[in-house]
């Protein structure tokens, strides 16, 4: 082989090796699955800042409450971030073989209540329909906030988990229907209030500062979480988006895109 050949071949290798070495160096990739609003809006905010970091990030966006943890137990997702502890601790409860934990406290969306038919709680009469959201977690928030609220009465006050047997007065006697909290705001003029999630009534453009007729204060438990799985959990491309969702950029984005309605937790 004459020297041109092996140089030629050894340039060949050369490159060979660095296309390699390319791979081998290319960004880490996640698959977060979330709700659109406000989770999917700001794990798209984040993702220029974890591209610069080495992370790939697809947001897999879901309009439900079950999907994202069933996708994150079946491994089709490396985490979620849409849900809040009592929701999680629920979601467990039913689950066997669930493997998700809890990587980051992330913001709060403070739960309230809105009428298409009334404008102050004075105003709703005896007998009114009230819609509240059907998983365990959120329709114990509700009638935590109702109470709070002065439309019923609890036997403790304390009690997330409160269901409506747990209602010791109802003293307009309030017809209180359970539904699927994604279809809350579609059906808001067909009842005399509903106590909507604040994810889906921005996604409705209700302004829940404005709009609602008394809302959960910022001091609110439900912190929205970021979870991974607990295979995952302490990669290094999930502590990075850990840090993005919990750093000063997120805690501005909050407060100039949603004005109150969506606040930090970090």
Same mark, same amino acid.
């Given at each position: 082989?004459?020297?041109? $050949?092996?140089?030629?071949?050894?340039?060949?290798?050369?490159?060979?090796?660095?296309?390699?070495?390319?791979?081998?160096?290319?960004?880490?990739? $996640?698959?977060?699955?979330?709700?659109?609003?406000?989770?999917?809006?700001?794990?798209?905010?984040?993702? #220029?800042?974890?591209?610069?970091?080495?992370?790939? $990030?697809?947001?897999?966006?879901?309009?439900?409450?079950?999907?994202?943890?069933?996708?994150?137990?079946?491994?089709?997702?490396?985490?979620?971030?849409?849900?809040?502890?009592?929701?999680?601790?629920?979601?467990?409860?039913?689950? @066997?073989?669930?493997?998700?934990?809890?990587?980051? @406290?992330?913001?709060?969306?403070?739960?309230?209540?809105?009428?298409? @038919?009334?404008?102050?709680?004075?105003?709703?009469?005896?007998?009114?329909?009230?819609?509240? #959201?059907?998983?365990?977690?959120?329709?114990?928030?509700?009638?935590?906030?109702?109470?709070?609220?002065?439309?019923?009465?609890?036997?403790?006050?304390?009690?997330?988990?409160?269901?409506?047997?747990?209602?010791?007065?109802?003293?307009?006697?309030?017809?209180?229907?359970?539904?699927?909290?994604?279809?809350?705001?579609?059906?808001?003029?067909?009842?005399?209030?509903?106590?909507?999630?604040?994810?889906?009534?921005?996604?409705?453009? $209700?302004?829940?500062?404005?709009?609602?007729?008394?809302?959960?204060?910022?001091?609110? #438990?439900?912190?929205? +979480?970021?979870?991974?799985?607990?295979?995952?959990?302490?990669?290094?491309?999930?502590?990075?988006?850990?840090?993005? +969702?919990?750093? #000063?950029?997120? @805690?501005?984005?909050?407060?100039?895109?949603?004005?109150?309605?969506?606040?930090?937790?970090?």
């Amino acid at each position: 082989m004459s020297l041109t $050949l092996r140089q030629l071949f050894a340039a060949a290798f050369g490159t060979l090796t660095l296309a390699a070495g390319s791979v081998a160096s290319a960004a880490d990739r $996640l698959v977060i699955a979330a709700t659109p609003v406000p989770h999917a809006e700001i794990l798209e905010f984040v993702k #220029p800042m974890l591209a610069k970091d080495g992370v790939e $990030l697809e947001v897999k966006v879901f309009t439900d409450y079950v999907q994202p943890s069933m996708q994150t137990n079946e491994k089709r997702v490396d985490g979620n971030f849409f849900l809040h502890q009592p929701y999680l601790d629920a979601f467990k409860q039913k689950q @066997k073989n669930d493997i998700q934990t809890v990587v980051a @406290k992330v913001h709060v969306e403070p739960l309230g209540a809105y009428s298409g @038919k009334h404008k102050a709680v004075a105003d709703i009469p005896e007998g009114a329909t009230v819609a509240i #959201p059907n998983d365990p977690s959120n329709s114990g928030r509700a009638l935590l906030l109702m109470a709070k609220n002065g439309l019923i009465t609890l036997k403790d006050l304390n009690n997330i988990s409160a269901t409506q047997k747990d209602i010791a007065e109802n003293p307009k006697k309030l017809k209180i229907r359970e539904l699927e909290a994604a279809t809350l705001p579609r059906i808001l003029n067909q009842v005399d209030l509903a106590v909507i999630n604040t994810n889906y009534a921005i996604e409705a453009k $209700l302004n829940p500062l404005k709009d609602s007729l008394f809302i959960e204060d910022a001091s609110s #438990p439900y912190a929205n +979480l970021l979870v991974a799985r607990e295979d995952n959990a302490g990669s290094p491309a999930i502590k990075k988006l850990a840090a993005a +969702l919990n750093s #000063p950029e997120v @805690k501005q984005f909050l407060a100039d895109k949603y004005q109150g309605a969506v606040v930090p937790a970090f």
